[in-house]
């Protein structure tokens, strides 16, 4: 059996074209990598949200761009067609945008990340143009902006008023000129992301704001079912937390029975 063509950033654009709906889940590791990428997922977002996920805090404002590196390699490893797509943490892009090519450059050398996904609208513009001019690709990221949680005053909606929503067409057509990729839209109303998504020619990844985006992505612990508070706009496609729990059980009673140390599947399966 030949092995599926990896996806490359242009290919994003050309499913959208096409008509093509498409996947991504925020994943942290090889093995979630691995299992994804074999269940046809399109894109593997090493998010930075892996600060909440993974290091267990309450935002993503302490990752730092090491930590992206060290994830996105395992995710590049554990993957053969999904692209990957590595954040850019707080303060790797904000303070210059020589700081900003020095950071991406890190994440696609050291963590063979295969685009890069940066926040905001407007102002990252001339950030946007130089990765892009200089072959880095790069995914915006509109809406609830995480890395923005103190000056939102908390994980809001946003694009709510009409000035909001302006200013979101304003930033979508900033970034698409830009040069950007695709755009995920995170928490905002269903018909501004259905708006912005028949204006733009990129494409649109929603979260939280509905279901006329071109693609959509979730957190991979999310949708397992393995995180106990998930935004409601979350559907479960599995309950991994009971699957742990009762294997947890399982082996604490097989290691009082006696039995755990067998070097054959004790259930007989
Ligand atoms: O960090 C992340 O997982 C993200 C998604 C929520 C879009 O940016």
């Known amino acids: 059996m030949t092995e599926a063509k990896p996806l490359r950033a242009p290919d994003l ?6 008509g093509e709906k ?4 925020a994943t942290y590791d090889a093995t979630m990598a691995r299992l994804f990428d074999q269940g046809g997922i399109d894109v593997l977002l090493v998010g930075d949200s892996l600060g909440m996920v993974i290091l267990g805090g309450d935002d993503t404002l302490q990752v730092t761009v090491d930590d992206m590196i060290r994830h996105t390699r395992a995710v590049r490893r554990g993957s053969k ?3 990957v797509l590595a954040d ?9 945008v020589s700081s900003a090519v020095r950071n991406a450059g890190r994440l696609m050398q050291q963590g063979e990340a295969m685009a890069v996904k940066l926040e905001g609208g407007a102002p990252v513009m ?3 143009e130089r990765l892009v001019s200089i072959g880095i690709p790069v995914v915006g990221h509109l809406g609830l902006l995480p890395q923005s949680v103190h000056q939102l005053g908390g994980f809001r909606r946003q694009g709510g008023s009409q000035q909001a929503r302006q200013r979101l067409h304003e930033d979508a057509a900033a970034l698409e000129s830009a040069g950007a990729c695709a755009v995920v839209l995170e928490c905002i109303p269903d018909e501004l ?3 912005v998504t028949a204006r733009l ?28 508070k998930t935004p409601p706009f979350v559907r ?6 009971q699957a742990v729990l009762d294997a947890a059980k399982a082996f604490i009673k097989d290691i009082n029975d006696d039995i755990a140390g067998e070097s054959k599947d004790v259930k007989g399966a």
């Open 126 to 128: 001339p950030t946007v």
């Open 201 to 228: 020619k990129i494409p649109t990844i929603g979260i939280g704001s509905g279901p006329h985006c071109d693609g959509q992505v979730l957190v991979s612990y999310d949708l397992l079912g393995l995180t106990s």
């Open 236 to 241: 479960k496609y599995a309950k991994l937390d």
């Open 81 to 83: 067609r999904a692209l």
């Open 193 to 195: 992301a259905k708006e």
């Open 13 to 18: 654009a050309a499913m959208k074209s096409r």
């Open 22 to 25: 498409i996947s991504m889940v």
């Open 88 to 96: 850019m943490p707080f303060m790797s892009y904000q303070a210059s």
